[in-house]
């Protein structure tokens, strides 16, 4: 009778543990879904620092009044080292920044940024927050998800990045 106990509980325990075992490995694989990159307007402010990718002057068929476009102002657009496009999309952390100069080489207007959150943020816009934010870096003008930010103006301009090869992920810029 004790060794027919003794065999319950080692099973009982064997049963445990791979129950365990296979928890942990759920655990692990649902975090890699759920990883997040939730950005600050803190993360913006070494953009100098990022990779120069595209300079712009002058009209854009896509831009038309937006980012307080002027054409006598430059755009400049910086990738942090993350934002490095493969299979099509970018990775989570991935941030990409606008710049506004005048023609004394004054920052105007505000920064418009994109930041890779992912998770389970956006959906609709493949993980991108959008965000717009004073050039100081003291206030956030919108920012939030396709539907909120910038009343859902910038994801609906920017989603013309997905076809005809205009640009990739919702990013014109490559
Ligand atoms: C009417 C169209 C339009 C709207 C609205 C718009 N954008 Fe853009 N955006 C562009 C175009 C076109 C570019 C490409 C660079 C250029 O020509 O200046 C661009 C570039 C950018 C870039 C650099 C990466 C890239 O796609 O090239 C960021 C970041 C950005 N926009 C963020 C925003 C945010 C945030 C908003 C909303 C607050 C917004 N944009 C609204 C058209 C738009």
Redesign the pocket.
């Known amino acids: 009778m004790r060794t027919i106990l003794t065999m319950v509980n080692v099973l009982a325990l064997a049963l445990l543990l791979s129950v365990n075992l296979a928890c942990d490995k759920k655990s692990t694989d649902s975090n890699d879904e759920e990883q997040e990159f939730v950005a600050t307007t803190q993360d913006f402010k070494d953009y100098k620092n990022w990779t120069l990718?595209?300079t712009?002057t002058g009209p854009?068929?896509?831009?038309?009044?937006?980012?307080g476009?002027n054409d006598n102002f430059t755009?400049k657009?910086f990738f942090n080292a993350t934002a490095k496009a493969s299979n099509g999309e970018y990775p989570v952390g991935s941030m990409?920044?606008?710049e506004l100069t005048d023609d004394q080489g004054n920052v105007q207007g505000a920064f418009?940024?994109?930041v890779k959150r992912g998770g389970n943020f956006n959906p609709d816009g493949n993980g991108w927050e959008?965000?717009?934010v004073s050039t100081d870096f003291s206030t956030v003008?919108?920012q939030g998800d396709n539907a909120t930010?910038?009343d859902g103006?910038?994801?609906?301009?920017?989603s013309?990045?997905n076809v005809n090869n205009n640009?990739l992920d919702?990013?014109?810029?490559?």
Do not use: Q, Y
Request: proline share 2%; net charge positive.
């Open positions: 990718k595209a712009e854009d068929p896509f831009l038309k009044t937006a980012h476009v755009r657009i990409i920044l606008k418009t940024v994109m959008w965000f717009m003008i919108t930010a910038g103006n910038c994801a609906s301009c920017h013309a990045a640009g919702w990013v014109f810029t490559r």
